[in-house]
């Protein structure tokens, strides 16, 4: 059985981890980086963290709450079997016109490098990879439909064929996202722990990313209740 | 034990060649290369005024570079398509060109240059209507969805799966390469000991995977089999590779035990080569720890057709096909003085031998790796 063991997400004005029952509410993004130090959901600074594009930082903070939802230690420069898969709506549309822009605006002679690499729909994960010492698969998938549930299904495909260990599996935006840890369970589930087809059945049609954080605290409090009656 | 592997089926590409990959394979062959002066843009202020370009490609008029490239592919498809097969697309910045023509002219387009747009119009083009994706991972983009093509068929969530890649050059990714001092002035030269640098090439492939109980059905002539992949992430650097070639190596590994295989029973490596200084030097390493003591004749393409990006994979996976059937390796094109690191593995004419059983490498931005056994 798969199982899942983490979700974390964050919003533009509140994060959270559903099985620590965790809704934080925030004003100033600036300051997000030193509040999850402060709450040790990031264990440790993440490296140029305030280079990173929007997309990645949402995606290193979304995998860090996950991380800290299934009580997973991590530190720096040790390496873990855990992949990560991402996807979102624009790919990295938002990244492109920034580099190309300012390439343009500096006379078509010199661009920057470090915009650049956020030209890649795959450069969020792997500056997460980077960060949290992750070495298995590292791939970005984008669906035409019902991205949630489809990218959760090749994370299923992936565990179950043994092409990965466990897995963090991203749904991020400038704005929003969404971070879920997948790992295979020989026995039953324990801490209140989902299946992962129970969450898939929850996140199934949605594509809209704020829905599907909604859905999951949803899906989250009838657990709870279930898990605590 | 060897395990039940997905069949490969049908398979071609447009290349700076020409179209077909018969005309990429006799090109490689001849030691001569495609890279050449781009003409697309001005270059002059860039490190390196050379690329791989497929000729012909008319910009405006409604139709991205890929996506005329991906035309050109269609005309080449020489097997009957079905028609629910799965499809995934793999590139890395698609139809680009829209996105640099409304930044440049104000002509709409920033939209179109969405890669799930291109998916819905790769759907149309190939006539086929199964699920589709799209994968992106870097340079390792199409053999990642290669690899996810086997996984499919092989956990028999699928029976069927056509991948096609494309990638073109663009002034967008020239000068990005170029900011980052990655071009080589010259034409790319792999595992050469005065290498500088990539050249960015242009390619579009495919490749149509079935499991082997849909192609005896079928009667389907079996190519070559995907035998087993492997995928992992050096978690060093987000655009130099790890020095050691752990994550490589890592996924090499991987990929033996997904095929239920040994080291011992590869016989030639199609390698990633770009012509950087880290990456070749990090290959070769990684090849190293997992052979050991034996060397295995080794060969780069990115001399030839310069380094297509998202197509870099699924091409090294099609040339390997031909070295399967030929029982010949093409030269590392560009090559002159091999690298001391390399002596002995990379080769600067064409090679003769048994070859039945290739591992095909390739490493990205982000430091994404995949490894492929491709085997008869």
Not at chain 1, 76 to 104: A, P
Not at chain 2, 94 to 115: A, H, M, W, Y
Not at chain 2, 237 to 256: D, Q
Request: charged letters at 25%.
């Amino acid at each position: 059985m798969i199982s899942m063991q983490g979700i974390g997400w964050i919003t533009e004005d509140r994060f959270g981890s559903i099985f620590r029952e965790n809704i934080t509410e925030y004003t100033d993004r600036k300051k997000v980086h030193s509040i999850f130090r402060d709450a040790s959901i990031l264990l440790a600074p993440i490296k140029n963290f305030g280079r990173f594009d929007k997309v990645s930082r949402n995606t290193c903070l979304a995998i860090s709450l996950a991380l800290f939802d299934a009580g997973i230690d991590y530190s720096k420069g040790t390496m873990q079997d855990f992949g990560i898969l991402s996807t979102d709506e624009e790919g990295c549309l938002q990244s492109n016109i920034e580099y190309f822009k300012d390439y343009v605006e500096c006379g078509r002679k010199l661009s920057r490098g470090n915009l650049f690499v956020y030209t890649l729909p795959s450069t969020p994960i792997a500056e997460a990879a980077i960060n949290f010492g992750c070495q298995g698969p590292v791939l970005y998938l984008t669906f035409q439909e019902d991205q949630t549930n489809q990218i959760l299904e090749q994370g299923r495909i992936m565990i179950e064929s043994k092409e990965a260990t466990n897995l963090l599996i991203v749904n991020a935006s400038e704005e929003e996202s969404i971070c879920f840890l997948l790992k295979e369970e020989k026995g039953a589930l324990k801490n209140g722990w989902m299946d992962l087809e129970e969450v898939q059945r929850a996140v199934k049609g949605i594509g809209v990313l704020p829905e599907v954080i909604k859905k999951i605290l949803q899906k989250d409090k009838n657990e709870v209740i279930d898990y605590i009656s | 034990m060897l395990k039940a592997s997905p069949v490969i089926v049908g398979y071609n590409a447009v290349t700076p060649y020409g179209e077909g990959i018969d005309v990429c394979w006799q090109g490689l062959l001849s030691n001569q290369t495609s890279i050449d002066d781009i003409k697309r843009f001005d270059t002059s202020h860039f490190k390196s005024s050379k690329a791989a370009t497929i000729k012909d490609l008319v910009p405006g008029k409604g139709k991205s570079f890929v996506f005329q490239m991906l035309e050109r592919l269609k005309k080449n498809i020489n097997n009957p398509m079905p028609e629910d097969a799965d499809l995934i697309l793999a590139s890395l910045n698609g139809e680009i060109d829209f996105l640099e023509d409304e930044i440049l002219t104000g002509k709409k387009g920033l939209e179109e240059s969405r890669l799930g747009l291109l998916l819905a119009k790769a759907h149309d083009l190939f006539k086929v209507k199964g699920r589709g994706m799209v994968i992106s991972a870097a340079c390792a983009s199409s053999s990642v969805a290669i690899a996810r093509a086997a996984s499919l068929i092989r956990s028999k969530k699928s029976d069927c799966v056509l991948v096609v890649s494309c990638d073109c050059v663009s002034e967008f990714v020239i000068s990005g390469f170029s900011s980052l001092m990655a071009l080589d002035k010259q034409s790319a030269r792999p595992f050469d000991k005065n290498r500088e640098g990539l050249n960015v090439g242009e390619a579009a492939a495919y490749i149509l995977l079935m499991s082997k109980e849909r192609a005896d059905k079928e009667k389907r002539a079996v190519k070559g089999s995907i035998s087993g992949w492997g995928i992992s992430c050096d978690a060093n650097h987000v655009t130099g590779p790890s020095i050691g070639g752990e994550g490589l190596f890592l996924a090499i590994n991987r990929a033996l035990e997904s095929g239920g295989m040994a080291a011992e029973e590869i016989n030639s490596i199609c390698a990633h080569g770009t012509g950087t200084v880290y990456n070749d030097s990090m290959e070769m390493k990684a090849f190293k720890n997992i052979f050991g003591e034996k060397v295995l004749p080794t060969y780069s393409i990115k001399g030839g057709i310069g380094h297509t990006m998202g197509s870099a994979g699924l091409m090294d996976a099609l040339v390997v096909l031909e070295t399967i059937q030929s029982n010949v390796l093409p030269p590392t094109v560009g090559t002159e003085n091999v690298d001391e690191e390399a002596a002995g593995w990379i080769k600067k004419e064409e090679v003769r031998l048994e070859n039945d059983v290739v591992l095909s490498t390739n490493s990205g931005f982000g430091g994404i790796n995949s490894a492929l056994i491709i085997g008869l």
